[in-house]
């Protein structure tokens, strides 16, 4: 095993598509024991399923033996709360998309985790400068060379749903982040399998920045009643070779998340080019977040 990244064990937060998904990959390509945490027991049972299936499914098609897979599997282990994962060597957050929680969390970090840890965030479009600032602890100067010391451990580690299938992590770089975290970083998503695309911390990064109005001016083209959802779609797949259409995806990313990243980039940007259209809005006003709970530009059995 390459140890270039450093990284022994990996603590990882929130057991959700994402943190069940960034969990696997380290466990299975990155070969490292990984600690996961999620304040719902239930979430986290949800999780370690998903990872049971995705495991079984690799062997039953033939691309890992049941050594390998049980060997990935007992990387695996969930801890009670964050003090359990104190001896980590990396962190990844993989809680919703929410500033206020984000720097809740990073807050704590400096207390609960060891001083060398690198703090990565899996957020898809929040300032990873923010986040960054937030992990300095009350009291100290974000100016100091101890303040400077701990924001540079903070990273932007961007993975792509569903995280065992997608090819890659987007790194961002706060203001604060060191050159140490940032080439550690990178070598551990290429150790999961990744290829690294490197931005610099703007609202969206690159990825989201260029998803998103494309997936609102779709929810726009719908909402005008210029084409159905379906022929939005199928225009997308079969005339630009998508796997998924707009729609579908947007379904598949969650619809809260899609708004709550394209509000991101209207107020981080303040362009009306991001306004979020009001479908969108409107959806989400009634609970209708997509595959996640089984309603949204498509009805589906969960
Ligand atoms: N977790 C793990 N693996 C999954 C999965 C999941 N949730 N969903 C599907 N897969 C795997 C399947 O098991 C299958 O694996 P196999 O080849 O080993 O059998 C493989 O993906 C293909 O699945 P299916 O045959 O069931 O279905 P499709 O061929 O339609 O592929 C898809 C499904 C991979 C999701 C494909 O439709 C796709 O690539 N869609 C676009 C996904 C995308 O754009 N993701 C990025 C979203 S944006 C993002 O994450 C950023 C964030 O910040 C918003």
Redesign the pocket.
Known sequence: MSLAHGIRTLGVLGAG??GT?IALVSALRAKVPVLIHDRSPEQVKKGLS?VDK?LA??VS?G?LTSDDAKDARDRIAVVDDLKGLRDVDMVVEAVSESLPLKQKIFASFAAELKPEAILATNT??ISITKIAAAAIPEGLSTASKEGQTIAGRVVGL?????????KLVELISALQTSEDTLNRSRAFAIACGKQVTTSKDVPGFV??AL?MPFINEAIMHLEKGIATREDIDTTLKLGMN???GPLQ?AD??GLD??LA?QKTLYEGTGDSKYRPSVLLERMVDAQWYGRKNGKGFYDYDN
């Open positions: 598509q994402m998904g998903l995705l499914k690799d098609k691309r898809s479009s961007h993975f792509f749903n569903p995280v065992p299938v997608m990825s989201n998803l998508h796997p998924m995806l598949f990313i998340t899609c990243i």
